[in-house]
């Protein structure tokens, strides 16, 4: 009687019930029969999904806690570092707000059609060169970030392969060639943890990777040089853009 409904009506908004787990990742509950039917006939519809729900014997389902995981985002609050289009983080201060100005300066540039994303933060990058028609592969070595932006990714579908991490250095060295790789906002961290000059001896790892290479680098030039780190106050670097960019070119 199903097979013969859906067959004769189609899918009819009946809720589909999901749930997603603290990866991210999405989990099917009920709807697996509808589901089936409509892709062995060929129906392709915008299904209706539940995310919050009570099924047989008490099992409730629940959606992702989005606002729960980006409030522990360094700066932590009511802060995002990537652009987040959901409501539920609508009115939130913005780290990066030439953000959509740098994606739109990538994507003018692109080569190819596939795309590495090291160090995706909250997947904006990913989700907007996936939009364009890009096959991308993001990767981050923080749990809640990456878990946020598949999230965000599966409730837009938006078709991103994501990635948890521990070194992006291990990742790229096992995983061939790409026609892009962005590594935007990532170098200053690693000298953060190793070093400056460890951290750029890092970036061999890019030689050879990509068709072109998206580079951030680190550099102080208003005034004079202080050679702090914003957030820590820590010693880090002391050189300006230009020579940032000379040091990269150096290793790559």
Known sequence: ALYEDIKTNGYNGSPILVWFDEDGFIHLYDGYHRLSIMKYLGIEAKVVCKTEWTGIGGVVGKDFPLVEEL?????????????????????????????????????????????????????????????RGYKVTAIDNNKG???????????????????????????????????????????????????????????????????????EGPYYEWGESTGKHGFTGKPLFDFSAKESVVKMEEVL
Not at 74 to 88: C, F, K, S, T
Not at 178 to 186: E, G, H, T
Request: hydrophobic share 40%.
């Open 71 to 131: 409030m522990q985002v360094p700066p932590e609050g009511n802060w995002l570092y990537q652009p987040v289009d959901d409501d539920r983080v609508k009115g939130w201060g913005l780290a990066r707000g030439h953000t959509p100005e740098r994606l739109d300066h990538i994507a003018q540039n692109l080569v190819g059609k596939t795309v590495l994303d090291i160090g995706c933060s909250e997947g904006y990058f990913s989700r907007e060169l996936a939009k």
């Open 145 to 215: 970030l990456l878990a946020s932006a598949r999230y965000l990714s599966t409730i837009s579908s938006i078709d991103v392969d994501y990635h948890l991490v521990d070194d992006w250095k291990e990742f790229v060295d096992q995983n061939g060639h790409f026609d892009n790789i962005l590594f935007l906002s990532v170098l200053h961290n690693d000298m953060k943890v190793i070093g400056v000059e460890e951290g750029l001896k890092k970036l061999e790892t890019l030689r050879g990777k990509a068709g072109r290479l998206f580079l």
